[in-house]
């Protein structure tokens, strides 16, 4: 590329300080700035301080001067705030482009905007759209996401010599190549156009190249050093040599001469490895409209669960040791994990910014790629949730067990785990997610991909469900008996909560309004019996075999919405009369329960719920009446021995009875002798709806 002339100087307008002394004060207008007389044409993957680097050369002014004259603030030429390396303001980037001579698609290009497609990380940096930073803005979003930007950008950029040397054309021989604008993303560490890794320090102060000033990030390291030097010179301040003299000058090596060198410990075979991936990488960072759907359905991992891995990786290091495709990358991991370890068992090196290291990318490329390299292997080889958690659960109960409390919390309570890693993650007890007070919510997500809603779940699993799915189950059960039954059933449905929605089994109970006490109840007794056995295990299999039949079901019932318009119903004397019309007993249970029996009775069948949580029965404690009579009553309906003669047909009427209820029919079954004005219009609430 060769230097960029401005067609003309008729843009040149006065300056603002001439400006603002013509006009009265009150009408103070906007700055005009200076068109520059001279500017470049950006070169290829250009970053935003690469271009000021070599227009400041080129104009014999310092970087922050030259950001000055294109309308970027500097604070008083000390630091260029590192949200700019993202975009530019809307605003400033018209005011950049027109100063320079530039397009405006130039000047964004110059920003890592442009990857946010392909690297959704960026996302969460100050300025982006992020469903984490509504409120609270910090230098890369809400503090809750720091940890997780810290691996989208890389302020100090890497480099690679050769191609900091130029192309040989004249441009570049004068100017240098250029500072690629993905060398600030940390998933690149390596050029694979040159086949060597990046460097992260300058060769001969051993520095990084972004220095912080007054503990603020830059763009540039002294962006308002009077020195003209060269965009390949390293700007690092260093001590003179002389004794006499102790004003620190400028490192000023030439970064394109320093020598490619790969770590000592690394193998041929491995150098290979990191190319391919950064290949892969490279791949999947270019941006392309057409191919992006493509790539999101690809079975390459995404960005963020490769980050979230590593960072892992590096909290319960050496537990993950094993994953390492090889002795010489583990050895890498190791030099910078393991030094991490070291100094946070140091009572006094546990502070926030000595935790912030472990979750930020090394600065080491080799370090870095090896890294990657073992969190994509280890998703790679996971080819089902069973295997992937049997990768990952080793090291997070590692990191529980030997890793800093507050470390733990730091990584473990963040938002934005994908499912199936939450799933690999969060600790089981039982068959269910624990539910202790030290376990972490957000890791116990809907613990399958469902095609059902936990409010179509019934908190008593249906007797037909249970016959198909769990009556083969239940003769492996040591000790069956009928409380057994009760206790799969209502564990069944926890479980299909859970598979829905997420949770421990305490929420579970929550959706399914049934009471804690008993849920505890329920899967305590099943503990004794199932003891050491895999019968969890088997469970959870039945289970899973049932929540497929449900995923294909066309028509599902909203459970949920049915206990809640059922809550304070009670059945009409005249449904009640119908249904007990012709039956031998007709007077007797009348005369004894009136409607609560009918009510509790079509309450159960219309919720599946069991009829011991029955609002009715509840309100009649609450009111100081006893039912333990209409509980015997309805204990002998719902035992199997005793469903015959009289009772077995007032439960058919029951049912369909139940059945009129829910689905809101317009009129009762034929069969029913029930009169032909529909009981939904009867209820106190409005009947529910059938989901589809």
Known sequence: MTPRRRRSRRATTPCSTTTAQQRPAQRAEPVQRRVLARSLEPLPDESLPGFLLRLAYRLHRSPARVAQLCGIETNGQRRLAADYLLELPPDRAVEFARVTGLSLPEVQGLGLRRYTETFPLLLTMRGSTSRQSASRQGMFGSASQFYESNWAVNLSSRFCSQCLAGDGSASQEAYGGPWVLRWHLPVVFACTVHQQLLHSRCASCRSGLAHSYQGRATLITQPGSTHILHPLQCRNLVAEQDAGNTRPRPCSARLDRAEARNPATLTADDHERLMELQRRLDARLSFCPAKIEEKQSSRDPSFQKLVHIAQLIKLSWPAGGS??????????????????????????????????????????????????????????????????????????????????????????????????????????????????????????????????????????????????????????????????????????????????????????????????????????????????????????????????????????????????????????????????????????????????????????????????????????????????????????????????????????????????????????????????????????????????
């Not at 979750?359 to 870095?368: E, F, H, L, R, V």
């Not at 470390?407 to 309570?413: G, I």
Request: hydrophobic share 40%.
């Open 323 to 692: 994953l390492v495709p090889s002795d010489s990358l583990a050895s890498l991991i190791d030099n910078h994990a393991g030094s991490l370890h070291a100094e946070l068992r140091k009572p006094h090196a546990r502070s926030s910014s000595r935790f912030s290291l472990l979750w930020a990318a090394p600065d080491d490329s080799g370090q870095c790629g090896a890294l990657l390299l073992t969190a994509e292997a280890a998703l790679s080889a996971a080819d089902s949730p069973a295997q992937l958690r049997a990768l990952i659960r080793p090291m997070a109960r590692f990191a529980l067990e030997h890793a800093p409390a507050s470390a733990c919390r730091s990584f473990f309570s963040r938002p934005g785990f994908s499912p199936a890693l939450a799933r690999a993650m969060v600790r089981r007890s039982h068959g269910f997610y624990a539910a202790g007070p030290w376990e972490y919510a957000n890791l116990r997500v809907a613990s399958r991909d469902c095609h059902f809603t936990a409010e179509e779940v019934p908190s008593h699993l249906p007797q037909s469900w249970y016959d198909a799915y769990f009556t083969d189950f239940a003769d492996h059960v040591p000790g069956v008996n009928l409380y057994t039954v009760r206790h799969l059933r209502r564990a069944a449905s926890l479980k299909l909560v859970e598979m829905a929605r997420g949770g421990s089994w305490v929420e579970c109970a929550q959706a399914l309004d049934i009471p804690q006490s008993r849920a505890r109840s329920a899967l305590s007794k099943l503990r004794q019996q199932f003891g050491e056995s895999d019968l969890w295990t088997r469970f959870q299999e039945c289970t899973e075999q049932l929540a497929r039949h449900l995923d294909g079901s066309p028509r599902r019932i909203n459970y949920a919405s049915r206990r809640r318009t059922l809550a304070d119903w009670q059945m009409p004397r005249s449904d009640w009369s119908a249904l007990i019309e012709g039956l031998p007993q007709a007077r007797r249970l009348t005369a004894r329960y009136g409607t609560t029996l009918g009510t509790v009775l079509a309450w159960t069948d219309a919720t599946q719920s069991d009829y011991l949580l029955c609002p009715l029965l509840q309100n009649l404690r609450s009111a100081g009446a006893d039912p333990s009579y209409l509980i015997d009553e309805l204990s002998l309906s719902f035992t199997s021995v005793n469903q015959r003669g009289s009772r077995l047909e007032l439960l058919r009427r029951i049912r369909d009875y139940a059945t009129s209820i829910g689905t809101g029919c317009p009129e009762a079954p034929e069969r029913s002798s029930i009169s032909n004005t529909c009981a939904a219009e009867n209820m106190r609430a409005p009947h529910t709806h059938t989901n589809t």
